[in-house]
């Protein structure tokens, strides 16, 4: 009889070989974020003087260069430089490390998971660099309408928001499979 490949190996060698898949997909995707994200700052900081105001969609979008030394909202921008330094640095740090891991132990065919993964971990290096150069993030990009101005953000900030969002939205859906398939 011809040779019959153990079932249990050949699983496993499928899961190695869509694994090695993922881990490039991540890896190209986090450069390709960060790569993006840093050239975009760069080209602000180069280009503009802090505060500087570009309009692009009069009343709706302007370039702008702002440091922004908190997260989200501003928030902890009113805490000291060192706290800020160690709280924004060891939490971006724990959350790659957490990333990492959850993508190694996650299922491998989930290329959902992965892509939202791959964006929230470029997009935190992103602005952990940034932290780490100046002491604060370069924002840049300004939506308003009128005098409403939503928060100025960066590449690495829509690459979090997008790669969060795909990651709920991956969640919602996997859980109504699990509830169908049990129903």
Known sequence: T??????????????IIILK?????????????LALDQITKSAITSRFVLHETYPIISGFFNLVYVMNPGAAFGFLAGASETFRYIF????????????????????????????????????AVGNLIDRLRFGAVVDFLDFYIGGAHWPAFNVADSAITIGAVLMIWEMILNRGKKESATS
């Open 88 to 123: 924004f640095t060891g939490i971006t740090i724990l959350a790659a490390g957490l990333i990492v891991y959850y993508l190694a132990k996650s299922n491998p065919r989930n290329l959902m998971l992965v892509t939202s993964l791959t964006l929230i971990f470029g997009g």
């Open 2 to 15: 011809a040779y019959q490949p153990d079932s249990d190996f050949l699983t496993f060698r499928l899961r």
């Open 21 to 33: 898949k993922n881990l490039w997909i991540f890896l190209l995707g986090a450069a390709a974020i």
